[in-house]
């Protein structure tokens, strides 16, 4: 299928497709916080990979990861135009992925990655899942502090 529209305008609209407050994070949020679990959305501290929600004092840094720019293995696809291009981007999105994991986790964080389709299937689970990393972090800190 060809693109009905220029290359300028594509960009234009690419750089319009939001990269934070997302309708998946957006519901991760407000489940968490209904949940009584606070979290920030920035640190004062950079980290990788900008995460979209951190738990600073637990160390636990969130991501939720769109299906299509992540290359979600059950739902993601490559478009059947441009597809060198899209192959290439995705790939390096997944590529940088598992880079950020890797420093965050070198700087003693635990990350979470969720797939938009997991929060939109089973948001209890998600909210089990982040509820079950801190509590596991706080064990760990506790058993390290004794």
């Avoid at 299509?68 to 899209?86: A, T």
């Amino acid at each position: 299928m060809v693109d009905t529209i220029s290359s300028e305008e594509r960009s234009r609209l690419m750089a319009l497709v939001r990269h934070h407050g997302t309708g998946p994070e957006l519901a991760l949020r407000k489940a968490l916080w209904i949940s009584g679990l606070r979290y920030r959305l920035k640190t004062k501290i950079r980290l990788p990979g900008s995460p979209d929600l951190v738990f600073p004092g637990a160390k636990v840094a969130v991501f939720v990861d769109g299906c299509f720019w992540h290359g979600c293995p059950l739902h993601g696809s490559i478009p059947k135009s441009h597809v060198e291009f899209w192959s290439s981007k995705i790939a390096r999105n997944k590529t940088r992925d598992i880079e950020v994991d890797a420093k965050l986790v070198l700087a003693g964080w635990l990350v979470i990655r969720l797939w938009e389709h997991q929060i939109r299937d089973s948001l209890t689970t998600c909210v089990d899942e982040v509820r079950a990393a801190l509590a596991s972090k706080r064990s760990e800190s506790l058993r390290l502090h004794r």
